[in-house]
């Protein structure tokens, strides 16, 4: 099945905190995970991208950890700053290669 | 380097009518993807143009339809307007599948 559950919906998390998004799926043929992270008016932008051989993945403030046998993801953002506040979504590439199925989102709003 | 241009950013139509939606990818990316988002369905595969050849397509009625010139710049065609067609339209670029970088994306309304 085509799909991926994405949890929570929103998150609210003080300034240094760390925000957690989950996301879950459940075709075992999808081969590359991406985190996008999109700004109102704006279009999705890459934030950082793991495949299922990898367990970790770290960029900057950015970790995605990945645990292919739970069929699970989710993506980390240490000392998260109110820049950050945006929407997020995570996605899986369909077994064609050519698509990307996307979570719901979750909206993170980082307090000062 | 450019990114993804999408024009219009913004267009208003009335149901029925035709509109046409246009996407210029990164130079170089020859894999075109579109998206539909919508506050409901969230984000949507619509299809995917690899060297003018449409390689895949989501679940969308024919009435969505596209297609990409030699130089990779690309269309959508959205025929037969309905009010559920309300949303933003997105254009993703990519050197060949996967990794795409999106564009600002153009917000049609159909009224």
């Known amino acids: 099945q085509q799909q991926v559950k994405q949890s929570p919906q929103s998150l609210i998390v003080q300034k240094g905190g760390i925000s957690i998004i989950n996301c879950a799926y459940e075709?075992?043929?999808?081969?590359?995970f991406p985190w996008y992270q999109q700004f109102p008016g704006k279009g999705p932008a890459l934030l950082i991208a793991?495949?299922?051989?990898?367990s970790e993945k770290k960029e900057g403030r950015f970790t995605i950890s990945f645990n292919k046998s739970a069929k699970q993801f989710s993506l980390h953002i240490m000392d998260s700053q109110p820049g950050d506040s945006a929407t997020y979504f995570c996605?899986?590439?369909?077994?064609?290669?050519?698509?990307?199925?996307f979570g719901k989102g979750t909206t993170l709003s980082v307090s000062s | 380097k450019a990114g993804v241009t999408q024009t219009p950013r913004y267009l208003i139509k009335t149901r029925g009518q035709q509109v046409t939606l246009s996407c210029s990818p990164i130079?170089?990316?020859?894999?075109v993807s579109w998206y539909q988002q919508t506050p409901g369905q969230g984000l949507q595969f619509l299809f995917e143009?690899?060297?003018?050849?449409?390689?895949n397509k989501g679940n969308f009625p024919g009435r969505f339809s596209g297609r990409q010139f030699s130089n990779s710049r690309s269309e959508m065609n959205v025929s037969t307007l309905e009010l559920g067609d309300s949303a933003l339209y997105l254009c993703?670029?990519?050197?060949?599948?996967?990794?795409?970088?999106f564009g600002s994306g153009t917000r049609l309304t159909v009224v």
């Open positions: 993703a670029s990519s050197v060949s599948g996967g990794g795409y970088t």
């Open positions: 075709n075992t043929a999808f081969d590359y």
């Open positions: 793991i495949r299922p051989d990898v």
């Open positions: 996605a899986a590439r369909d077994q064609a290669g050519t698509a990307l199925i």
């Open positions: 130079s170089g990316h020859r894999s």
């Open positions: 143009y690899f060297s003018e050849t449409q390689r």
